[in-house]
């Protein structure tokens, strides 16, 4: 609750605080996450500057927003959020802003949601399936003609081409997933259920069904029991969570546990194209 009220607090905050704004008349965009910036840069070029909110390495499930990552919003002419609650600030946020020339765009919107048990509005993290990544970047280029219509065929033509890029790289994930003899995962968190819907994998279980909570010991027998039984392969964890429990569960059941990275580092070249394949490279160790 602490956080709540400072956020609502945070509008005096800003107008006392608030930076020059670039020289340039470059779009500021904030985008929540890695895989939207890199959306954002891929669209608009040199057109936009773009800052990703949730920072490398953090959990944007439990991510904390501070006064100065919103004095850098306040900045932004368009705030990029994924939705079906990966932002649970988003609200707040909006609110805040809500009178300043700020812009918001939801890109899960209109794509297909599976529900899990973990996410109350269903699974967020649909930029794993590369075909609902290429319709994020839309939605993207949409909003980005709507704010600078002066260099609308800029991004329209930049789009096209990176769209092209999505749908071959989804042609390249399928051919060389076809050839893998093995196809079950139990996964640390639920990330991957787009990826595995899209290339026919099959998740066999969750090991953190909610987040913060770790499997009893006997959930964690029981997902010993059915790893053996179904001759699962692999066990997907993460950078953004413990390996502790999934390294256990390996060694009793005989699995490997390789750590993927649905993120990405947003750093100095930072693709979400390199992103996909390094973690494709990285399951077909274990399902190749």
Known sequence: MKKAKWLFLFPA??????????????????????PLADFCRQVGGERVSVFTIVPSGANPHTFELDP?????????RLLVLNGLGLEYWADKVADNFSSRDLQVITVSQGIPVLQDEDHAEGNPHVWLNPLHAARQAEKITGA?????????????????QYQKVLHDLDVEISREIAGWQNRRFI???PSWNYFSERYH????????????FEPSPGEAAEIIG???????RAIFAEQQFPLKIAEMIAAESGARVLV??????DGEGYSYVSLLRTN????AIALR
Not at 144 to 160: G, I, K, N
Not at 280 to 283: F, G, K, Y
């Open 13 to 34: 905050l800003l107008i006392a605080c608030r930076q020059q704004e670039v020289a340039d008349d470059r779009l500021i965009i904030a985008a929540s996450i890695a």
């Open 68 to 76: 100065q990552l919103l004095i850098r919003i306040s900045e932004a």
């Open 144 to 160: 980005l003609m709507r704010l600078d219509p002066l260099h609308a065929q800029t991004y329209r033509d930049r789009s096209d």
């Open 187 to 189: 996964c640390f968190h």
């Open 201 to 212: 994998l099959e998740q066999a279980a969750v090991i953190e069904k909610r987040p913060g």
């Open 226 to 232: 059915l790893a053996k039984r179904l001759q699962v």
């Open 260 to 265: 993927l990275d649905p993120l990405g580092s």
């Open 280 to 283: 494709v490279a990285q399951m």
